[in-house]
């Protein structure tokens, strides 16, 4: 199996220890960001130490990689803690579209730190996919989701710049089980002086869940951290969108949720322009065809 069928693997499996991650998030209750961030890192941090111990690989990172790491870790917990308070105040599917923003911020992130080129198409695609995020967004006073729904949204950018930093270290032949630990200890490091002065105790299901949720993220992360050191997120980051998929169907048989006709336009809008960008970037040749 080539390194891409590998990667499209990761992914889904990924999207799919997210989608249960966020769902048991969500059936923890009213606990703080930061408390449930802890939880969830902390149990990535030891499934991370006892891979690397496993595999006898260095707990040092390569020489020039630590500012990738410490950037990598810094906006991913902003991301986690955007995500997390939003799940709490929002539909979960609309919550998870919004994180899913991210590989559109990838796009933006890459032209600005990669000086990579926008392309008319990526322009296209990523403007309709702002629109989609106002149809799930509802922007107006009156919408009392207004707040959490933005949170929700600088969760995703906080995301994108994070997996743009991976998709560096993993050109960089940074080991991803490294990428992981540091992340997951930088993480609890962070996190750890709120949670253990303003600790809120824990029915002992709100502990069961944030424990699953900790196994959730620890397989997504592993999984998309392997995904993207395999291949370009170009190439596979439509996979990611399976999540939707998984997180509304989850929000329907354990929540009875279900998404109102404006935040389904959203969906649509959103994952058919990541379809469209992962069509042009794994069929260039076609546009370049159609335009000649």
């Known amino acids: 199996m080539n390194k891409k069928y590998k990667a499209i693997i990761y992914i889904i499996l990924s999207a799919l220890s997210f989608s249960f991650m966020n769902m048991f998030v969500r059936m923890a209750g009213d606990i703080p960001a930061y408390e449930k961030s802890f939880f969830r890192n902390a149990v990535a941090l030891v499934f991370a130490t006892v891979v690397l111990i496993k595999n006898k690989q260095s707990f040092k990172w390569k020489e020039g990689n630590l500012k990738y790491l410490l950037l990598r870790s810094f906006t991913g917990l902003v ?15 609309d919550a998870s579209i919004l994180n899913k923003m991210s590989p559109f911020f990838v796009i933006i992130f890459s032209i600005l730190i990669l000086k990579e080129k926008l392309t008319f198409l990526q322009g296209i695609a990523v403007f309709t996919a702002f629109v989609g995020t106002l149809f799930v967004i509802k922007p107006s006073f009156q919408n009392i989701d207004l707040v959490p729904s933005l949170i929700a949204l600088l969760g995703g950018m906080g995301a994108g710049f994070a997996y743009t ?31 253990f002065i303003n600790f809120q105790p824990l029915e002992w299901w709100q502990l069961l869940l944030l424990l699953g949720a900790g196994l959730g993220a620890t397989g ?12 370009p997120a170009r190439e596979i980051s439509i996979y990611d969108y399976s999540q939707i998929i998984f997180v509304t169907l989850l929000g329907f048989a354990f929540l009875g949720e279900v998404p109102d006709i404006y935040s389904f ?10 379809l469209l960008m992962f069509l042009y970037n794994n069929n260039k040749w076609i546009f370049k065809k159609k335009s000649d």
């Open 79 to 93: 991301g986690i803690v955007c995500n997390f308070y939003a799940l709490g105040k929002i539909p979960l599917a």
């Open 165 to 195: 930093m991976v998709r560096i270290l993993g050109n960089r032949k940074e080991n991803s089980s490294l990428i992981v630990f540091f992340f997951s200890a930088f993480s609890c490091i962070v996190t750890f002086p709120s949670f």
């Open 220 to 231: 997504g992360q592993f999984g998309i951290t392997a995904a993207y050191c395999l291949a």
């Open 265 to 274: 336009i959203g969906y649509f809008l959103i994952c058919a322009m990541a």
